[in-house]
């Protein structure tokens, strides 16, 4: 929908507010920054403590910390599938792998949250070098494939021949200590500070969410970002105008590969335990359902993917009979989204947001959806 014709000025011919004012501002790099701080600041309060919301989701605060660290990992596979365009079925291995690094390095070297994560990003590197090499390689479902493939042996590696290191199905456990010898992660605070973020450990991850936004945000808008995207559109274009294309979807991976080896290290400080499942390919495989599930190639996509998925998990599962089926009502849930709307759950916010600034064109839209969904209506599928 065109918005030149939407205008909400305070006089006239003024157009300090309008549409294309906020149009500008949202697109930010301050306004998306600023946008994820409030987001930590009040999304523990309102998911598990804020009246009546909180009473209606049934939210609290540990899942709000596990929905923080999944949407870490979801914004770096985006980076790579949403911004790039390469699907990958194996990005398990740099969870699982990073978890692992910083629970050893916590037994046997040092144990400080914030160098354990940084051990565990370093692992993670390192794992993305030697795999980015061999699949990078390959294209479309070979790429996909291998990437699996390459999860499932670490898998494999850490559950029987690594038992004596990995203690196979039981993981290890990792002892929680201060922050640089400093700061409690479990020190609760009062007052308004204790009501929006209740303990240091929210705050810790917290932060590393809002830096992953903000570095996300700089690396979409940056030429690397274009290129990432020029790449995604048509790779052989890209290498026709004398890119190197390799190159570039190597930086991707790599980008990729530290910012979910850093979800992996925050996983093991926040669970204190690290364990085979978090290489298992369904943990891939619930990654890229979240991903597509919130919007693809965008920042508040995989993050309200990874909200509905886990709010599926941890809350729909606990209900009386219901909980049976969650995972029957997730995929129900995710068919119907991709199918109305292939932008997903944000794709569908932000065109509806927008359709509302001229209600008869969202009404035409629909009515030209609803005709492209029936069997019986001209079905050009043109709209989407």
């Known amino acids: 929908m065109s918005t030149d014709t939407i205008h909400e000025s305070t006089d006239g011919e003024s157009s300090l507010i309008s549409w294309e004012t906020w149009d500008g501002i949202k ?20 998911f598990g403590r804020a009246p009546v919301v909180s009473d209606l989701l049934r939210g609290y605060h540990g899942l709000a910390i596990t929905v923080l660290i999944w949407s870490i990992f979801a914004l770096g596979f985006n980076l790579l599938l949403g911004q ?24 046997h070297v040092y144990n400080d949250p914030l160098v354990v994560i940084l051990v565990g990003m370093l692992a993670a590197i390192v794992l993305g070098v030697i795999a980015a090499l061999l699949l990078l390689r390959l294209h479309t479902v ?16 850490a559950r029987e021949p690594l038992v004596e290191i990995t203690k196979g199905i039981n993981g290890l456990d990792v002892p ?3 922050l640089l010898g400093l700061v409690d992660l479990e020190h609760e605070y009062g007052g308004l500070l204790g009501m929006l973020v209740v303990n240091n450990l929210y705050l810790f991850v917290g932060v590393f969410f809002v830096a992953v936004v903000a570095f996300i945000t700089r690396v979409r808008k940056s030429p690397y970002g274009l290129i990432f995207k020029a790449i995604r559109e048509n790779e052989t274009r ?58 693809l190639g965008t920042i508040a996509g995989p993050v309200i993917g990874t909200f ?17 089926y969650w995972l029957l009502l997730l995929a129900l ?11 997903g759950i944000w794709g569908m916010i932000t065109d509806f947001t927008a359709a509302l600034r001229d209600p008869k064109a969202l009404l035409a839209k629909t009515k030209r959806r609803l005709a492209g ?11 989407r």
């Open 238 to 295: 890209t290498a026709f105008v004398g890119l190197n294309v390799w190159r570039y979807k190597f930086a991707a991976f790599m980008l990729s590969a530290a910012i979910v080896g850093l979800a992996g290290g925050l996983m093991a400080v926040n669970t204190q335990f690290a364990g085979v499942e978090r290489l298992y390919w369904s943990v891939s495989g619930d990654i890229v359902v979240m991903a597509v599930l919130g919007g």
């Open 84 to 107: 790039t365009g390469l699907l990958s079925f194996g990005h398990a291995m740099f969870f699982g792998t990073a978890s692992y690094a910083s629970a050893l390095f916590a037994i």
């Open 333 to 343: 849930s995710f068919t119907t989204v991709v199918w109305v709307y292939p932008d």
């Open 176 to 178: 929680r200590v201060p």
């Open 373 to 383: 969904l029936s069997p019986l209506g001209d079905s050009t599928g043109g709209d």
């Open 308 to 324: 509905v998925f886990f709010y599926f998990k941890g809350i729909v599962n606990g209900f009386p009979t219901l909980g049976n």
């Open 142 to 157: 070979y790429f996909s494939i291998v990437a699996l493939a390459i999860a499932q042996f670490l898998y494999f590696l």
């Open 27 to 46: 697109h930010t790099e301050w306004f998306v920054s600023l946008s994820a701080v409030l987001f930590v600041l009040l999304f523990s309060y309102a």
